[in-house]
């Protein structure tokens, strides 16, 4: 199959982890002998066509060099608020589509996937309804199949935003497939868009399995992973520990991340005379994520409506049992209640810091999740994703004809 990639987020140089997972189903169907090509918006001006690990990949000009600012930073819901912000979105999406005519008449295209329904679900919209083939083109005439996977923010969207439900609905019913990295949001998605909840596939995408292949001896304590945001709620589990040392328990907490709530969580470590025993670890490449995990102990997850939950995954595959909250959404697909993981009610530090304690030297729950991880492993390699995907590709295409 001759397939188009759609995206805002895309690794723009070796070892970018901006869409680091679309990049890895990217070259996983592309080992399977199909043809990929992506198309990603421009990073502050620098656009054009280039080839990365063998991929295609077209980045399209939007806006003034100083606009071009929505892609891989991850804030471009809050800067979509703003006038500007709206007006580089809609450009984008524009752009976008004109991109994916243009892909069309340059070589064979079977279809299109557009990875979150906005904006890049609405870009393939668009070139659908325009007709994506052109008058002595390779690609020929006619209306290409597209089909959109959900990956979470997108779907917060629709929580929020009355026109972005009329707008989702038409998206979603005219795409050939629907697919979400979780079945928490495969719901969603079918109640707003008034689908069929059978007929979206639930897949996460792909995981470099290979880089967990040991498993923790624990005596390293606590850990927590992801972009500090307020989504995350990790002040729950700062409170968590502040409520393990009141009854005594002596462990360390190491947060991996970074983002916009990094001061206010330190303050507020510093506010619970928990200091002492947090260390913010910053950004580090998912490469190195193993290392820095290190032997902990137990996972402590507090996020909410998680799209998939990707750092508890990553957990259990290196035997690390997870503790996380029960609105964690897509976490949920990943997270037992029981043996290697514990669910808990939502913003209760007092009850995460009891499932923490149970966790906590405890080699059992270890094997447990080591156990967990090597089925999360058979899921989540990138050979068994590719070939979720081709599936969906080729009932689309049947769905066309």
Same mark, same amino acid.
């Given at each position: 199959?001759?397939?188009?990639?759609?995206?805002?987020?895309?690794?723009?140089?070796?070892?970018?982890?901006?869409?680091?997972?679309?990049?890895?189903?990217?070259?996983?169907?592309?080992?399977?002998?199909?043809?990929?090509?992506?198309?990603?918006?421009?990073?502050?001006?620098?656009?054009?066509?280039?080839?990365?690990?063998?991929?295609?990949?077209?980045?399209?000009?939007?806006?003034?060099?100083?606009?071009?600012?929505?892609?891989?930073? *991850?804030?471009?819901?809050?800067?979509?608020?703003?006038?500007?912000?709206?007006?580089?979105?809609?450009?984008?999406?524009?752009?976008?589509?004109?991109?994916?005519?243009?892909?069309?008449? +340059?070589?064979?295209?079977?279809?299109?996937?557009?990875?979150?329904?906005?904006?890049?679900?609405?870009?393939?919209?668009?070139?659908?309804?325009?007709?994506?083939?052109?008058?002595?083109?390779?690609?020929?005439?006619?209306?290409?199949?597209?089909?959109?996977?959900?990956?979470?923010?997108?779907?917060?969207?629709?929580? +929020?935003?009355?026109?972005?439900?009329?707008?989702?609905?038409?998206?979603?019913?005219?795409?050939? *497939?629907?697919?979400?990295?979780?079945?928490?949001?495969?719901?969603?998605?079918?109640?707003?868009?008034?689908?069929?909840?059978?007929?979206?596939?639930?897949?996460?995408?792909?995981?470099?399995?290979?880089?967990?292949?040991?498993?923790?001896?624990?005596?390293?304590?606590?850990?927590?992973?992801?972009? #500090?945001?307020?989504?995350?709620?990790?002040?729950?589990?700062?409170?968590?520990?502040?409520?393990?040392?009141?009854?005594?328990? !002596?462990?360390? #907490?190491?947060?991996?991340?970074?983002?916009?709530?990094?001061?206010?969580?330190?303050?507020?470590?510093?506010?619970?005379?928990?200091?002492?025993?947090?260390?913010?670890?910053?950004?580090?490449?998912?490469?190195?994520?193993?290392?820095?995990?290190? !032997?902990?102990?137990?996972?402590?997850?507090?996020?909410?409506?998680?799209?998939?939950?990707?750092?508890?995954?990553?957990?259990?595959?290196?035997?690390?049992?997870?503790?996380?909250?029960?609105?964690?959404?897509?976490?949920?697909?990943?997270?037992?209640?029981?043996?290697?993981?514990?669910?808990?009610?939502?913003?209760?530090?007092?009850?995460?810091?009891?499932?923490?304690?149970?966790?906590? !030297? !405890?080699?059992?729950? +270890? *094997?447990?999740?080591?156990?967990?991880?090597?089925? #999360?492993?058979?899921?989540?390699?990138?050979?068994?994703?590719?070939?979720?995907?081709?599936?969906?590709?080729?009932?689309?295409?049947?769905?066309?004809?």
């Amino acid at each position: 199959m001759n397939l188009l990639f759609i995206t805002h987020a895309y690794p723009r140089s070796e070892g970018d982890v901006a869409g680091a997972f679309i990049e890895r189903l990217a070259v996983a169907l592309q080992e399977r002998d199909h043809v990929v090509r992506v198309v990603a918006p421009a990073d502050r001006g620098r656009g054009g066509r280039d080839f990365l690990r063998g991929i295609a990949v077209s980045r399209v000009r939007y806006a003034p060099k100083w606009l071009e600012s929505l892609a891989y930073t *991850g804030t471009m819901v809050e800067s979509s608020r703003s006038p500007h912000g709206a007006f580089a979105v809609a450009n984008l999406m524009r752009a976008q589509a004109a991109e994916i005519r243009r892909e069309a008449r +340059r070589g064979p295209l079977d279809l299109v996937h557009a990875h979150w329904w906005i904006p890049a679900g609405v870009s393939a919209w668009l070139a659908r309804i325009g007709g994506m083939g052109g008058a002595g083109g390779k690609g020929g005439s006619g209306k290409k199949p597209y089909v959109v996977t959900v990956h979470g923010t997108d779907v917060r969207i629709l929580e +929020r935003s009355r026109l972005g439900r009329l707008i989702a609905r038409r998206i979603l019913r005219d795409a050939a *497939g629907v697919t979400a990295v979780s079945s928490h949001l495969a719901e969603k998605v079918a109640r707003v868009a008034g689908i069929d909840a059978a007929n979206i596939t639930v897949q996460p995408m792909p995981v470099l399995v290979q880089h967990f292949a040991r498993g923790s001896t624990g005596g390293d304590g606590i850990v927590a992973l992801g972009r #500090l945001t307020k989504q995350k709620n990790l002040n729950v589990i700062l409170e968590a520990l502040a409520y393990l040392k009141t009854d005594g328990t !002596n462990v360390p #907490l190491k947060i991996i991340g970074d983002g916009p709530e990094r001061s206010a969580l330190e303050l507020l470590a510093k506010q619970l005379s928990i200091d002492d025993r947090v260390r913010f670890v910053g950004s580090v490449d998912p490469h190195n994520v193993t290392s820095v995990i290190g !032997n902990a102990d137990v996972m402590a997850f507090a996020g909410s409506d998680e799209g998939f939950g990707l750092a508890a995954a990553e957990s259990l595959m290196l035997g690390i049992p997870v503790v996380a909250s029960q609105t964690g959404g897509g976490v949920r697909d990943v997270v037992p209640p029981t043996g290697p993981g514990r669910l808990v009610p939502a913003n209760d530090p007092a009850s995460m810091a009891g499932a923490i304690r149970e966790f906590l !030297n !405890n080699a059992e729950s +270890r *094997g447990l999740a080591l156990e967990a991880g090597q089925t #999360l492993k058979n899921q989540l390699k990138p050979e068994a994703v590719s070939r979720v995907f081709e599936s969906v590709y080729e009932n689309a295409l049947r769905q066309q004809n």
